[in-house]
């Protein structure tokens, strides 16, 4: 239902999206190659390879220990094709924001992320995941999220280069915290002390 959602009200936000693509050499390249991030083109075993501190051995670890899988939904309802594969790529870029913040797979830290997607996308199925998202949450969740996570997310969102215009599979032999700093993108706080 999201993934419908998404498609369907998010028309203004990609073509906003692929306007800044068009504006960034690499956008551009994203745009020309179109690369995809699937279960055929992730080789986990390489990636498991690479040395510990790189971005890519950093996403197989990630993938591995929260037994998550490439596969993603296919985009149906975007009636151009290259608002479609924008919409594509945002869906097959999300962990690799996983990654790079540190977030995990809790509800709470799936709902930050959305609010730093927002930020950076404008698309209405983050507005509804970051709005209703907390709604499953416990108290003690809530705060974190709230006197910490949200705001991380409003700032990272904001002072982060666009996600959309990085070509992550050219960065996976790069050391992760080179590349959150060339991003300007920071590490998310999972507790109310950090």
Known sequence: M??????????EALKAMHYKM????????????KPRVTEETMDLSYLSSLPPQTFG??????MNSNQLSAKRATTKF??????GYVMTRYRENHDFLHTLTGAG??????????????V???LPMCTLSAVFGPLQLTY??????LRKQIPWALACGRASAFFMNIYFERYFEKDINELRRMMRISVMPKTLNE
């Open 2 to 11: 999201t993934f419908v959602t998404g498609e369907t009200t998010g028309n």
């Open 22 to 33: 068009k504006q960034s050499t690499e956008g551009l390249d994203v745009l020309k190659n």
């Open 57 to 62: 051995y950093h996403y197989y670890r990630f």
């Open 78 to 83: 975007v009636e151009n094709d290259e608002l």
């Open 105 to 118: 797979v809790t509800v709470a830290e799936e709902v930050a992320l959305k609010w730093y997607e927002l």
């Open 120 to 122: 950076q996308t404008n």
């Open 140 to 145: 003690a969740e809530r705060q974190i999220l």
